[in-house]
């Protein structure tokens, strides 16, 4: 029987599928006696990019020699659909019920294979108790060592987070944090997604191992947190596994996104970053669900325009771009400044010559891929754990400048244009001695990034005590 790999991310969210599909695509080519299948779920609109509609669409459906990775797609589920790719309660329930599919699909696949793994994202342990259940943690080592130790602080502090306002909290491997920096679901502990997370706390130490998508050199003090248990108290701390950095390349971006010819968003970014001086452009995008009231997109706008900065601005609005922006904005900027309605090619434009700042949400994918090319960034995290990560960022590695303004989670507030202003033209200073310290940091943590999957590099000594636990 062969012997195989299965993997699923329990997310309706595109970007954690495309994740797990390159750590397929990994464990494929490191290690080719061993097959790879990832399960796909396609309950919510969400739940499959159009980078994985093209594998799919390719012939990488079905197991062969010819592909890297099969998918074994599962049964829909009957869910209710208003949100349900964004609220808690509603990837809690898909989790909760795709339990039974997971479970028959992992069955019908030990028919013709021994499944030596399983490796997930959900929620659920065991899910077959014959099969060892790895997680792949989709965010950084920082946050996941916040995870496992939030039983104890959920024990040691009887109060709601959101209750306890700008208390300091303290984690082992973390910098300090504020009691409303903690990821939304776990403000309040009436709510049901707190108790959830919870119990993905308490299932994680279970586990055979953990996977992140980190390496050594960038979170030393989180890593070493988790390997020397400091993080769980009652009971063992399986193996951390980082196997970072991992992306989606540029070119495989391109073969779901690229479509409809020259005016297409991917070709007129691309096309216009071309013209460019090198380390000109600030790149500011928020991910999938990072939008804006009118009135904070219109102080970014002006921060903007009074910078004087070349920019590529991605927004993520249905209304008419000219009604929502400053009056004459995109004319009195349109040649240094262009900007994109709802989608662009991120990875590609992070590793354009062009592009030499990077504001951000703080989302850990998009985190990865400007370390990977080595991108200073503003931090502006805005909802799950990004708050967290924003932190980590500027304090611990110290690749990116804050956004002080951003209002606590139970208030409301605006970030001016004139924090704007002074964050992106900070970003670009090249001349300042900030500036140079923050592109000399970036390149330094690229380089190590790099050398992380070499001989000998810490990424690549992880993957093969991983692939050693699978063989035992």
């Known amino acids: 029987m062969k012997e195989r790999i299965v993997l699923y991310p329990a997310s309706p969210r595109s970007h954690h599928m495309d994740s797990i599909v390159e750590l397929g695509k990994l464990i494929s080519q490191r290690q080719p006696n061993l097959s790879v299948t990832v399960l796909v779920d396609t309950t919510t609109p969400l739940a499959t990019s159009s980078y994985i509609n093209h594998l799919l669409s390719s012939g990488s459906d079905s197991d062969s020699d010819q592909t890297p990775i099969s998918f074994f ?24 019920q795709s339990v039974p599919n997971v479970l028959q699909a992992l069955k019908t696949i030990s028919l013709t294979s021994k499944v030596l793994a399983f490796i997930t994202s959900a929620v659920h342990h065991p899910y077959d108790p014959q099969i060892p259940t790895y997680y792949y943690f989709s965010s950084c080592a920082s946050v996941l060592a916040l995870f496992l130790y939030l039983p104890t602080i959920h024990e040691q502090t009887p109060k709601s987070f959101k209750d306890l306002n700008d208390d300091a909290l303290h984690f082992p491997g973390l910098p300090v944090l504020r009691a409303l ?21 308490s299932c994680l130490p279970k586990a055979e191992g953990l996977i992140t998508n980190t390496f050594q050199a960038l979170e030393p003090r989180a890593i070493k947190a988790i390997n020397e248990g400091d993080c769980v108290s009652n009971h063992r701390t399986p193996p951390i596994y980082h196997i970072g950095p991992l992306i989606v390349p540029p070119e495989n971006r391109f073969s779901g996104e690229l479509k409809g010819g020259s005016t297409s968003p991917t070709n007129c970014s691309m096309l216009w ?38 920019f590529l601005w991605v927004v993520r609005s249905a209304l008419d771009l000219g009604i929502v922006l400053p009056e004459g904005f995109l ?42 090319y080595g991108v200073p960034m503003v931090a502006w995290p805005l909802y799950a754990e990004q708050e967290v990560n924003g932190v980590v960022l500027v304090e611990e590695m110290k690749l990116a400048l804050p956004i002080f ?60 005590e991983l692939v050693s636990s699978w063989m035992q």
Not at 74 to 87: E, V
Not at 347 to 356: D, R
């Open 73 to 96: 797609t599962l049964p829909p589920l009957n869910l209710p659909q208003p949100d349900a790719q964004t609220r808690p309660e509603s990837l809690i329930q898909l989790v909760r």
């Open 331 to 372: 004319e009195r900027t349109r040649d240094r400044g262009l900007v994109v309605n709802s989608w662009a090619p991120q990875v590609a434009i992070l590793s354009h010559e062009s592009v030499g700042g990077f504001v951000t949400h703080c989302g850990w994918n998009s985190v990865v891929e400007a370390v990977s």
């Open 405 to 464: 303004e951003v209002p606590s989670k139970s208030k409301q507030g605006l970030v001016s244009a004139d924090e704007v202003e002074n964050k992106v033209s900070r970003l670009m200073d090249m001349e300042s001695a900030e500036g140079k310290s923050l592109r000399e940091r970036c390149q330094a943590v690229k380089a190590m990034g790099s050398a992380a999957w070499s001989n000998g590099g810490s990424s690549l000594s992880s993957f093969s």
């Open 181 to 201: 920096q903690m990821p939304l679901p776990l403000l309040d502990r009436g709510d049901p997604a707190n108790d959830y997370f919870l119990y993905f706390a």
């Open 273 to 310: 970053l071309n013209e460019q001086p090198s380390q000109s452009v600030v790149f500011l995008c928020f991910g999938r669900k990072g939008t804006f009231s009118e009135e904070q997109m219109k102080e970014m706008a002006i921060g903007l325009e009074r910078s004087n900065q070349r």
